[in-house]
């Protein structure tokens, strides 16, 4: 999976649990059970901590491909380009 379908794949996510959290507060509202909704958001959850560790893992690899200073910072472009 690239890092671009690891980010669309977080969001999608994170909107799938706004959208059961606002469900199960109307449903509390409404005097109903919620009881079996609580570990779907858990798992949902663990799933989204899961994607956002393997995107930092990722994003680690993308970072130490890329030229850079002996401090860390990017290299970017050549010295022509840098210059006003």
């Known amino acids: 999976m690239g890092l671009d379908h690891i980010k669309a794949e977080i969001e999608h996510m994170r909107v799938q649990i706004k959208r059961q959290q606002k469900d199960i507060n109307s449903l509390?509202?409404?005097g109903i059970s919620t009881g079996s909704a609580a570990p779907l958001l858990g798992r949902m959850q663990d799933k989204v901590d899961a994607l956002c560790e393997?995107?930092?893992?990722?994003?680690?690899e993308e970072r130490l491909k890329q030229r850079s200073y002996a401090s860390g910072k990017p290299i970017r472009g050549v010295p022509d380009q840098r210059r006003m």
């Open 28 to 30: 509390q509202r409404a």
């Open 54 to 60: 393997e995107r930092d893992r990722l994003n680690g």
